[in-house]
Antibody
């Protein structure tokens, strides 16, 4: 059974940092392209970042809204993908999901940016 | 970025009724490789999104065949032939043809 479990969410002040972890199982993670998608309080879904596999040189891509502030990474030995979020803004408040090509989704990690 | 426009935003249905949701794209979703990467997600209350249909019309494993998808180019439709209680929630179309992935605004299916 494919499983994705996000951890690391929480309440953080504007300008601060947070790191999300997505631990996976049930599929060949090392070959997988992984994405982070967020859902705003208004329920709109927005793609955030993608990381490809080793054969694609672990290429990374970002939404313009987070470029330069967020970093996606992975550890194939742990079947995990990460999202380092720096210089957080109130508009980054959302539930963050990791997903495997939209086919499998985690339960989400809630991130609230507020003073 | 590609803009996906879903209509209607809200859909009220009775159990057993057939309903359709439209998803229109700001540009053709036909990829140069001949595939069309338009998918449909369902988010039930309190749950994560789940994939229902991929590549316009292909049912994800375990999805009941009362769900069907159709369309091409810029116009796509999700049809539910006989709504059941477990179908209630918000439906999203999502495209992967043109980077970045983009999502429709959602259609909330509720009981009349």
């Amino acid at each position: 059974e494919v499983q994705l479990v996000e951890t690391g969410g929480g309440l953080v002040q504007p300008g601060k940092s947070l790191k999300l972890t997505c631990a996976t199982s049930g599929f060949t993670f090392s070959n997988a392209w992984m994405d982070w998608v967020r859902q705003s309080p208004e329920k709109q879904l927005e793609w955030v970042a993608q990381i490809k596999d080793k054969s694609n040189n672990y290429a990374t891509y970002y939404a313009e809204s987070v470029k330069g502030r967020f970093t996606i990474s992975r550890d194939d030995s742990k079947s995990s993908v990460y999202l380092q979020m720096n210089s957080l803004k109130e508009e980054d408040t959302a539930i963050y999901y990791c997903t495997w090509v939209m086919d499998a989704w985690g339960q989400g990690a809630s991130v609230t940016v507020s003073s | 970025d590609v803009v996906l426009t879903q209509t209607p935003p809200t859909l009220s249905a009775t159990i057993g009724q057939s309903v359709s949701i439209s998803c229109r794209s700001s540009q053709s979703l036909l990829h140069s490789n001949g595939n069309t990467y338009l998918h449909w997600l369902l988010q039930r209350p309190g749950q994560s999104p789940q994939l229902l249909i991929y590549s316009v019309s292909r049912l994800e494993s375990g999805v009941p065949n009362r769900f069907s998808g159709s369309g091409s180019g810029t116009d796509f439709t999700l049809k539910i032939s006989g709504v059941e209680a477990e179908d209630l929630g918000v439906y999203y179309c999502v495209q992967g043809t043109h980077a970045p992935w983009t999502f429709g605004g959602g259609t909330k299916l509720e009981l009349k």
